[in-house]
């Protein structure tokens, strides 16, 4: 299988020659980052939630791993913002940072950025920032225009990425999801199913679920990269992530993975059937790691896989099953209460139902009527009608054939985005009760121009 990924790449620099700490205060210090960037905008550990964006958010989501160990209900909003500039993920410790120069501390802005450089070198974004903090506090941009003009092409371009770094990792705090909402794509799964996973890659964010009895519940997020050439995966070598609704098929780390998959990888099952009805190529898309010399990579730096830190991958890898966590991947997510699509899921819903009582009474003629022309397999999964296999005395007369084997469902799953029709994926169990003979089936339904739907791929999973 072919792997969409670069080759190896020349190690990238982990300190920053004058001219790049200069450029970079003017990028963040001066007419950059900081300047772009709203930081009265930012949340407090477990303050009030911003009112930048006209975005509804709450104020309860918490970056990566950050485990809310930064304050408690009597520590003041200050001591929250110094201890979580000093503990908890790299990422967190970076935001902590901008918050304490949102409140004017920029002393104890500098003195956390020099401890988080310490503790974890490679992090890029976080070196600069500590060299614009330094810089910056010379106050002298005369000098800082002289080495900008020195600059080379090359150094300009990897600050400019990571000044785009910046600018999602913060926007990931001031636009936090809305509480008690959860992204729309998510219409089912079943008890089975522990975990969900949704990619925003307009934000350039993974967002990590947890399926309780009670919905879906926001464990994680985590700052990622994708396509040098965006998203939308077409053919192969396109340099582009792919669109869609996938499942972790297989799961890889250790002595066996290549350095550049960093700490482990997530393989997804690209290309799936709806994307090889599409004429869609390529494959090799993975969730993973990336190499021991760099924290993390610019927003737009992988040929089409889905590229996070280390440690948060694999804490990731750590919680979530090997096989068959659903992963969404989208240029948006959209987030919904679960009262603001109760008509769209119960009727997205009443269509799968209807396939299965269909399926069930063995109507082929109304069964032909949920499939686009060629879509149907050629024999189903699992035999309705079983046949008398028992062994007669010579001459004797076979009895009537058994009746048709019931057929059970179970272990629901519906998932659903948009290509260039809404798109549902949906996956379940299919059993006869007779012989117990069970298959997984996964069917790609299409809303039609006149919004019926219909089943435009079907296959067994296992």
Not at 118 to 144: C, I, K, N
Not at 304 to 313: I, S, T
Not at 323 to 336: G, M, Q
Not at 371 to 389: E, I, M
């Amino acid at each position: 299988m072919t792997i969409e990924h670069e080759p190896p790449k020349r190690a990238r620099r982990s300190w920053w020659p004058p001219a790049a700490v200069a450029t970079g205060s003017i990028l963040v210090a001066g007419a950059g980052l900081l300047a772009s960037t709203d930081l009265h905008g930012i949340p407090s550990i477990h303050g009030a939630t911003s009112t930048v964006s006209t975005t509804p958010r709450g104020s309860e989501m918490r970056l990566a791993d950050d485990d809310g160990s930064s304050g408690t209900a009597t520590t003041n909003t200050a001591s929250q913002s110094l201890q979580g500039a000093t503990r908890g993920s790299p990422e967190s410790r970076l935001i902590g940072v901008y918050r304490l120069l949102a409140e004017g501390r920029t002393q104890a802005a500098i003195d956390a950025a020099a401890a988080l450089t310490r503790d974890v070198p490679t992090f890029r974004l976080a070196q600069l920032l500590y060299a614009d903090l330094l810089s910056a506090r010379t106050g002298d941009p005369a000098r800082v225009a002289a080495f900008t003009k020195s600059a080379d092409a090359a150094t300009h371009g990897e600050l400019s990425q990571l000044r785009d770094e910046a600018i999602l990792r913060l926007r990931a705090l001031q636009e936090r999801p809305p509480v008690d909402q959860v992204p729309a794509e998510f219409i089912m799964l079943p008890r089975a199913v522990h975990h969900a996973i949704a990619v925003d890659t307009s934000r350039a964010r993974l967002y990590l679920f947890q399926n309780t009895p009670q919905g879906l519940r926001l464990v994680s997020d985590h700052y990622v990269s994708v396509g040098k050439q965006g998203v939308d995966k077409t053919v192969e070598g396109d340099q582009r992530t792919p669109l869609g609704v996938y499942f972790v098929s297989d799961r890889m780390g250790g002595a066996a993975l290549e350095k550049r998959f960093g700490a482990g990888a997530l393989q997804l099952n690209y290309p799936n059937a709806f994307d090889r009805l599409r004429g869609r190529t390529g494959g090799g898309i993975y969730v993973h790691g990336v190499p021991e010399n760099t924290y993390s990579r610019p927003p737009k730096d992988s040929d089409g896989c889905v590229v996070m830190a280390n440690d948060e991958l694999v804490a990731m890898m750590n919680t979530i099953p090997i096989h068959d966590t659903p992963i969404v991947i989208t240029r948006n997510l959209h987030w919904t209460a679960d009262n603001g699509t109760q008509v769209r899921r119960a009727e997205i819903l009443d269509a799968v139902s209807h396939w299965q009582s269909v399926r069930a009474a063995g109507d082929n003629a109304a069964l032909d009527g949920f499939y686009q022309t060629g879509a149907r397999p050629a024999a189903p999964a699992t035999p309705v009608a079983a046949l008398d296999t028992r062994r007669l005395p010579a001459g004797a007369k076979r009895a009537a054939p058994l009746p048709p084997d019931k057929l059970q469902f179970s272990e629901l799953s519906v998932l659903t985005w948009r290509d260039e029709r809404e798109t549902m994926v949906v996956t379940f169990h299919e059993r006869a009760t007779r012989t117990s003979h069970e298959t997984v089936l996964r069917q790609y339904w299409e809303r039609q121009p006149d919004m019926r739907w219909s089943i435009v791929a079907e296959g067994t999973v296992r």
